[in-house]
């Protein structure tokens, strides 16, 4: 059942500020400063007004590169910032960046243009994207291989590669367990084994620009799509559930882009076009 209402909505654009009006992603720190990545640098907004850090070659403390994608912040309050080029840590104090960056030991070509972030149960951050999934250790400032995509070819799960075997999150679903959302379909991780379990919808061949944007307090995983409104996964009876949205404008797709707790039995979703309580 779906409902529409009205919200009181404040516009920020690059008039405003920011650095560029596609925004990737957003987080709230403990600080409470809100980040916003973008494919023009990672904007920090304190609730009065925008600051840009940007990739400059003549500074070793700037970011590592201006095309941003996830923003994590791990167990122990440090900011990190996955781009096309690295990983970068924030230096709250010095306000300036460490920066990390794969070689062609765990990556065919080099680079990350990954996209999100969980930490496991060491501190390890797992980093999803194309090729495979990287794990970056902060106390040895070293990546390495996952291991999940040698396991779905191995598996049968993947007989031929697609779209870059790109993952498209990684998102935590226990103390010991992680999500895997990938063009494969979904997985999960007991990171202390590295043992990966696979969790498929018979009906779906294609899980292209399939999201976790929501997980709810029964542990159902709420899955946003490209062109198929939502699914849902429920983990403890291993069922998935196809929603579709209301009726969309002419010419646009059912993107949905965010999943939303809205109150104790609402979820606020965002389509490209509209809001919908659900």
Known sequence: LFAQTSFQTNIYSTKDGLSSDLCRSMYRDRKGFLWISTDKGLNRYDGNSFYTFKHRSDDAGSIANNSCNGILEDSKGRLWVNTDDG????????????????????????????????????GRIWIGGYFDVLIFDPSTEKFEKSGWYDFAVKSGIVKSESRNSITQNVVKKSETELWLMTVYGLFSVHTPTNTYTYHPDQKLKDYFAFVIRYIDQDGVLWVGTYDQCFYTYNPAIKKWSHFSCPPKDKGLSDLVLNINKYDENTLLITRTDQLFLY
């Open 87 to 122: 990983l970068s840590l924030f230096d709250y104090t010095k306000q300036t960046f460490k920066n990390y960056f794969p070689d062609t030991t765990v990556m065919p070509t080099l680079g990350i243009n990954y996209t999100e972030m969980a930490e496991d149960h060491v």
